[in-house]
């Protein structure tokens, strides 16, 4: 199911986890400190990855090495096959996005493949200072997705607006919402999704010209 | 106009600014990368800086410490006076959130106090991962913020939904919207964007509780 590289990386990655300790420093002018902050550590992971799987020779290269972290996706494997990868700390729950909800319905239908990006998810957990990795999983987006009270799939939604797709508690024992059985049952979710939220949406259009 | 502290700190800073220069490093495993990405640069500028006041024995304290530096305020300085730090990019426009919208309206009504904060601004330069501070700038909310097109206040809007109130530019020669010439200006501005808001703010409660 996954990528042939992705596989090989993710178990690289498994068997030296417990080597996977350090810590960010920040030197700036005559000072040095150990940053205790969470804030940056997504993208310098990603960052420090795309160093590691260098070191190791993997058939993998970075697609945003200038643009930042936020552009899609984050890696290229085997040439063209798509690895996003996701950062979130142990001491919490998964919260990442996984993408912005109406760029990913639009880049689905554009180009189906999308659906198939490796997703890989590094917990982590920073105490005073010292940074470690927790656990690692190697999954595809039905596998980290699932329905919400709100909507067949689950989102950041702020003011009945929808931002972001937003992950399942996968890793939990007892979830309250289980993740989908299939890649099917994923797709299905985000297009009623997109129905329901379109009715509401032409709304907001009438609503917003009717202001004007 | 500024407190007192804030004004010596802002002296020392601009004394020793050109010696302002760093780089991030990230350790992980046998792996050692100087990071280039400036995802968390604003963080990170922003612990260095409580480091470098307590070093120099200013009167300053930090106020979220373990909480990340999304709350409010950034620092206590004289014991209660409060000092943001801000970052940006040199090379980009000043796109920070000054504040959430809502939360600023409300904590102003209730505290007024919280207009006469000192900000202190940093732009930074990162160059193949080599960061240098390229300016400092001490401010009120007023000398950052200005009108926009949409509303008599700047801010971040998306589909209707007022956000962030968001910089001006005020460091630039030919600004399309000028700053705020007062602190009256200012709260002017942020009550009547506030009412112009509320009205679509009704309609938009009107319409959820009709899909309800």
New interface residues.
């Given amino acids: 199911m996954y990528h042939n590289e992705s596989v090989k990386i993710y178990n690289e990655l498994s068997n030296?986890k417990e080597?996977?300790?350090?810590?960010?420093?920040?030197?700036?002018?005559?000072?040095e400190?150990k940053?205790?902050?969470?804030?940056?550590?997504?993208?310098?992971?990603?960052?420090?990855f795309g160093?590691?799987c260098e070191?190791k020779g993997f058939d993998i290269e970075s697609a945003n090495k200038n643009s930042?972290?936020q552009s899609f996706p984050d890696f290229f494997i085997e040439g063209d096959k798509l690895l996003e990868v996701k950062t979130f700390d142990a001491d919490a729950s998964a919260n990442f996005d996984l993408a912005n909800f109406d760029s990913y319905c639009k880049s689905v239908s554009e180009n189906p493949k999308r659906v198939d990006s490796d997703y890989l998810i590094f917990s982590y957990r920073m105490v005073d200072g010292n940074?470690s990795?927790q656990d690692i999983w190697l999954k595809k987006i039905w596998e980290i997705t699932c329905p919400s009270e709100r909507w067949p799939l689950k989102t950041q939604t702020?003011?009945?607006?929808i931002y972001n797709i937003r992950p399942a508690a996968w890793y939990s024992d007892k979830p309250r919402f289980k993740t989908f059985n299939s890649r099917d049952e994923f797709i299905n979710a985000l297009f009623k999704t997109q129905q329901e939220y379109a009715g509401?949406s032409y709304?907001?259009d009438y609503?917003?010209n009717?202001?004007k």
Same sequence: chains 1, 2.
């Fill in positions: 030296q080597s996977f300790k350090g810590q960010i420093l920040f030197e700036l002018g005559d000072i400190i940053i205790n902050g969470k804030d940056g550590v997504g993208g310098l992971v990603e960052e420090w160093a590691w070191g930042g972290s940074l990795i702020k003011k009945d607006v509401i709304l907001k609503q917003s009717f202001f």
